[in-house]
């Protein structure tokens, strides 16, 4: 019962706008041609439409339309970007920095490559979840090669002070790779203002199309270069070789277009709805994770004292959400974001995510509030209850 489900999981994917969808459906039956078929009409029709996304995606962050390679996601770009510039640079030298909080995506790959060969420092982060620029400082070595750190966290929504790592970055001649899947189309973004030499973008987390995404490559001062992890056709300058997925990129480039025209109204839109559904919340929910003011607009990770989030969540199935202590394996495990805020992991089974989108209303917020208030007041007196009878 879509109809009937008050969807509130948007950091984990959201749907794609139908002015997005409707941008796209000529790109599947109309104007289907290879991109790389530069000898006939289909073909060129194909590229052209890619070339002037590709322009606009850039264009959205403030850079050109060169330095962007597409890729299936941000998991993908995170790993080219990563990979790419550790093999490239390997030479040079073989440490590189993240932080506690990044996305499995780049936390994996990380430990990948440490098992490789590579050193990797994981710097900490406050309470907060915002890593302090004078940790990052500390931790470059002569031989680190790359900083990687994300623009906002997709569990607890903390943003972090990519201008200030930047400006470090730069000066000491070390790349920076910034994860923004979570936060494109959500907060402004300009690469040259933050000095980042690689960024990742996702569609799908912006009401654009599944499997498709970008990675922001910088070309001048510095170039950046990379080793591919696909080879086959020279694609993407040879930097990601495979048919371009023509219509996600199309829906992409909407996507993004949308996002940033409507971003002021529709960030304050949500975070007041963000705040209703706190306020709904307050009865039974005593914290309130991330940062108080660096956060995204629509991300509130909430702790529920005393109860598991699973059966909150099981029993409550109207309410789609996420559980705090995310993690996409059916074997729940702690969160390693919420553990590296100082949360205990008792506390963590209690938290739950919810992540609000453009297409709520304030009835949602009211009736979500409701339902999981009494659910959780349900699971609370059900734990009273066992708790107090003799084993
Ligand atoms: C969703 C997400 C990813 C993965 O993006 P995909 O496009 O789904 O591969 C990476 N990083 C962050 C912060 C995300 O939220």
Redesign the pocket.
């Known amino acids: 019962m879509p109809s009937d489900r008050i969807y509130l999981d948007h950091?984990a994917t959201t749907p794609v706008d139908p002015r997005v969808l409707e941008a796209m459906l000529p790109w599947f039956t109309e104007h289907y041609g290879n991109a790389a078929s530069a000898t006939h009409g289909a073909g060129c029709d194909a590229a052209s439409g890619a070339e002037m996304a590709r322009a606009h995606i850039a264009h959205s962050i403030n850079a050109t339309g060169k330095d962007i390679i597409f890729t299936s996601?941000?998991?993908?770009a995170?790993n080219l970007a990563i990979q790419g510039v550790a093999r490239q640079y390997a030479e040079r030298g073989r440490h590189l920095i993240t932080v506690a909080t990044e996305?499995r995506?780049t936390l994996e790959t990380c430990e990948y490559l440490a098992a490789n060969g590579w050193e990797i420092t994981i710097v900490g982060v406050n309470h907060d979840g915002q890593v302090d620029p004078s940790a990052i400082a500390e931790a470059i070595r002569s031989d680190t090669v790359l900083v990687s750190v994300?623009l906002a966290n997709?569990e607890i929504g903390t943003l972090h002070d990519i201008a200030a790592i930047g400006k470090i970055t730069r000066e000491r001649g070390v790349l920076l790779h910034v994860?923004a899947?979570?936060a494109y189309g959500k907060t402004p973004i300009d690469v040259d203002a933050l000095q980042v030499d690689l960024m990742?973008l996702?569609a799908?987390?912006c009401y654009g199309p599944k499997g498709i995404?970008a990675l922001y490559l910088r070309r001048r001062e510095p170039r950046v270069r990379l080793q591919p992890l696909l080879f086959g056709g020279g694609h993407e300058r040879g930097m990601r070789a495979g048919t371009l997925n023509v219509p996600g990129i199309i829906g992409f480039a909407r996507a993004g277009t949308i996002a940033q025209n409507e971003m002021a109204t529709e960030s304050e839109r949500i975070s007041a709805l963000k705040e209703r559904l706190w306020t709904g919340l307050s009865d039974v929910a005593t914290r309130r994770l991330g940062h108080p003011t660096a956060c995204l607009p629509g991300t509130l990770n909430v702790i529920f004292p005393g109860i598991d989030a699973r059966y909150l969540l099981l029993e409550t199935p109207r309410v789609a959400a996420s559980l705090g202590a995310a993690c996409t394996s059916v074997m729940p495990k702690p969160s390693h974001v919420l553990r590296a805020i100082g949360i205990d992991w008792r506390t963590a089974e209690g938290a739950v995510r919810f992540s609000v989108g453009r297409f709520n209303t304030e009835q949602e917020m009211d009736e979500a509030a409701q339902l999981i208030t009494a659910q959780v007041k349900t699971l609370q007196a059900r734990r009273a209850v066992s708790v107090a009878e003799p084993e």
């Not at 996601?73 to 993908?76: C, I, P």
Request: no cysteine; aromatic share 0%; hydrophobic share 20%.
């Open positions: 950091n996601g941000a998991t993908e995170n996305h995506a994300m997709n994860d899947a979570q990742s996702s799908h987390k995404g």
